[in-house]
């Protein structure tokens, strides 16, 4: 072939295909709020349009026989047609893939479940797991919210009561006392001050949490031994659980050290030893543990078993909610004057301390049910 021919060829084949380019984006401008379906098949249409144009335009040039350039015409139109036909189709397809992800999201919308798509193209298919994995959160998002609104309810009525109950003791003893009608007033003041305790332990915790919840809460990490720490929580705790008669106990692994915030760590640990306290009955046992994590010399685990008699698999995932206080089941009468009730603030507060240190809090029931052993996870 000459050049000149070959020039000649391309000049007519890009004379055809920029011709039914420049019509085909025309075309996909006027129907670009269309349906892909259409979309598609124009797409495909202007392929072979443009295939279709230079074979007839160098047909002509050539100076074919009438015979051969039918035959050329519908060879090409017949592919044109089939071409055009398997676009339209592929692209009802996609619509309706597409239809079937629609639907998925607005089921998600109205609150439905539906499964991810299984059949489609792999883009698609992933669209509707990702739909379907986003459904899944925002559900356990929603329980999540559900639970912390009942908490946040409970807990009004819980601290209500707690406030209640002591300002309407102190009122009676003051009114008694102003009257001259205590029998024992050296009582009735002993008294007074248990409850004014009893109220500054509540307004503490209260400002606790709203430190932990506002992101306000400052530590000042440095060593701390877990001995001493966990002898001094023992000692603090030792007078409720003689009132109890509980016996406290435990080990702490020699020369453990880890860079804490000295009071926060305090706090958890008296918390964890208060809570085991509360739950534990008469004769029970409470002991702490602390040890370098098993498998992970980076961290260290304390633990704190009671006698409890056990969780529920409902307050497994509700212990260190907000207010949570476990069923009365599980909730022993404390002796007057232990503070043992609360407003079901401990282990929401140790769960927030425990964060704050970039650790990790759970729960696990001991073997035989006999009771329930909290772990706190701290890098060391």
């Given at each position: 072939?000459?050049?000149?021919?070959?020039?000649?060829?391309?000049?007519?084949?890009?004379?055809?295909?920029?011709?039914?380019?420049?019509?085909?984006?025309?075309?996909?401008?006027?129907?670009?709020?269309?349906?892909?379906?259409?979309?598609?098949?124009?797409?495909?249409?202007?392929?072979?349009?443009?295939?279709?144009?230079?074979?007839?335009?160098?047909?002509?040039?050539?100076?074919?026989?009438?015979?051969?350039?039918?035959?050329?015409?519908?060879?090409?139109?017949?592919?044109?047609?089939v071409a055009i036909l398997v676009a339209f189709v592929i692209g009802s397809a996609m619509v309706r893939w597409s239809g079937a992800v629609q639907q998925q999201a607005r089921e998600m919308a109205l609150g439905g479940h539906q499964q991810p798509a299984e059949s489609g193209p792999r883009e698609l298919r992933s669209l509707s797991a990702e739909l379907a994995e986003t459904q899944r959160r925002l559900e356990e998002a929603s329980a999540r919210e559900a639970r912390l609104e009942e908490s946040r309810r409970e807990l009004v009525s819980w601290v209500a009561h707690d406030l209640r109950t002591p300002l309407s003791g102190l009122r009676a003893m003051a009114e008694a006392l102003e009257d001259g009608i205590a029998a024992d007033p050296h009582r009735y003041h002993q008294r007074i001050r248990v409850e004014v305790e009893r109220l500054a332990r509540l307004v503490d915790d209260l400002f606790e949490l709203s430190r932990i919840q506002a992101g306000a809460l400052t530590l000042t990490p440095e060593p701390v031994l877990l001995g001493d720490l966990v002898s001094e929580a023992l000692a603090g705790a030792d007078p409720v659980a003689?009132?109890?008669?509980?016996?406290?106990?435990?080990?702490?692994?020699?020369?453990?050290?880890?860079?804490?915030?000295?009071?926060?760590?305090?706090?958890?640990?008296s918390n964890l030893l208060m809570n085991a306290i509360r739950h534990t009955p008469a004769d029970g046992t409470v002991e702490v543990h602390c040890r370098l994590a098993p498998g992970d010399v980076r961290s260290v685990d304390l633990s704190v078993s009671d006698g409890c008699g056990g969780l529920d698999p409902s307050d497994m995932e509700r212990?260190?909610?907000?207010?949570?206080?476990?069923?009365?089941?599980?909730?022993?009468?404390?002796?007057?004057?232990?503070?043992?009730?609360?407003?079901?603030?401990?282990?929401a507060i140790v769960k927030g301390l425990v964060d704050a240190h970039r650790g990790r809090v759970w729960v696990e029931n001991l073997p035989a049910a006999t009771g329930c052993r909290f772990h706190v996870r701290l890098p060391a």
């Open positions: 072939m000459k050049t000149a021919d070959a020039v000649q060829i391309a000049l007519v084949a890009a004379g055809a295909g920029l011709t039914v380019g420049l019509a085909g984006l025309l075309v996909a401008w006027l129907t670009r709020r269309w349906s892909i379906r259409w979309q598609l098949t124009l797409v495909a249409a202007v392929a072979v349009l443009t295939v279709f144009g230079g074979v007839l335009g160098i047909a002509w040039l050539m100076f074919l026989s009438g015979h051969d350039l039918q035959v050329i015409t519908v060879v090409t139109s017949i592919a044109v047609v003689r009132e109890r008669r509980v016996r406290l106990g435990g080990q702490v692994e020699d020369g453990l050290e880890i860079t804490a915030d000295p009071a926060s760590l305090s706090r958890v640990v212990v260190f909610d907000l207010g949570w206080q476990g069923s009365s089941a599980r909730t022993p009468t404390a002796p007057e004057g232990a503070g043992a009730q609360g407003a079901g603030f401990g282990l």
